[in-house]
T-cell receptor, first 114, second 113 residues
């Protein structure tokens, strides 16, 4: 079955610390991969996406993610977290060429301490 | 551009009441989607419309109906609301220059008593 796993429900980091949010997927073929961020009371905003090519992709707000085919992972990273990064982060996968049916992970809530 | 807009922002219903959630996009996108978001479950697709005039079921369609009114608008109707439909509902659209990316509205928070 197709699925996305975000093993960390809640992560707390200090401002300025580095961050890595984990995402693993189970899919028949290499899918398109997305990371979205949701601030409290807001909709989802696209952070970055991977379709093909360089496996390290850069996104907005200083985030990056690395696609590792051998590990079926697409982990999100940021070298130095800011208090404004506190939000919920969702990993999602979709079929190559047709992302009508995105599969979302259950999300990781990030808390940032000053 | 407003992007994807949703109305209302918040609604309280009694069990058995009906209501329609409205969604509109001004990005000339072909595809539109309705999701529900529940704690610990991420987002689940209710219905989608790949193009004007077509609609298809997603993962959790029971208890809902949709209408793709025109290219811009995609509505979600609850005919007889149940407490299990208490959720946050998101509309999204896809198309244009970044064909594979879905863009989301701000959400409608629905409470069914």
């Amino acid at each position: 079955a197709q699925s996305v796993t975000q093993p960390d429900i809640h992560i707390t980091v200090s401002e300025g610390a580095s961050l890595e949010l984990r995402c693993n997927y189970s899919y028949g073929a290499t899918p398109y991969l997305f990371w979205y961020v949701q601030s409290p009371g807001q909709g989802l905003q696209l952070l970055l996406k991977y379709f093909s090519g360089d496996t390290l992709v850069q996104g907005i707000k200083g985030f990056e993610a690395e696609f590792k085919r051998s590990q079926s992972s697409f982990n999100l990273r940021k070298p130095s977290v800011h208090w404004s990064d506190a939000a919920e982060y969702f990993c999602a996968v979709g079929a190559r060429g047709n992302t009508d049916k995105l599969i979302f992970g259950t999300g990781t809530r990030l808390q940032v301490f000053p | 551009n407003a992007g994807v807009t949703q109305t209302p922002k918040f609604q309280v219903l009694k069990t058995g009441q009906s209501m329609t959630l409205q969604c509109a996009q001004d990005m000339n996108h072909n595809s539109m989607y309705w999701y529900r978001q529940d704690p610990g479950m991420g987002l689940r697709l209710i219905y989608y419309s790949a193009s004007e005039g077509t609609t298809d079921k997603g993962e959790v369609p029971n208890g809902y109906n949709v209408s793709r009114l025109n290219k811009r608008e995609f509505s979600l109707r609850l005919e007889s609301a149940a407490p299990s439909q208490t959720s946050v509902y998101f509309c999204a659209s896809r198309g244009g220059s970044f064909q594979e990316t879905q863009y989301f509205g701000p959400g409608t928070r629905l409470l069914v008593l």
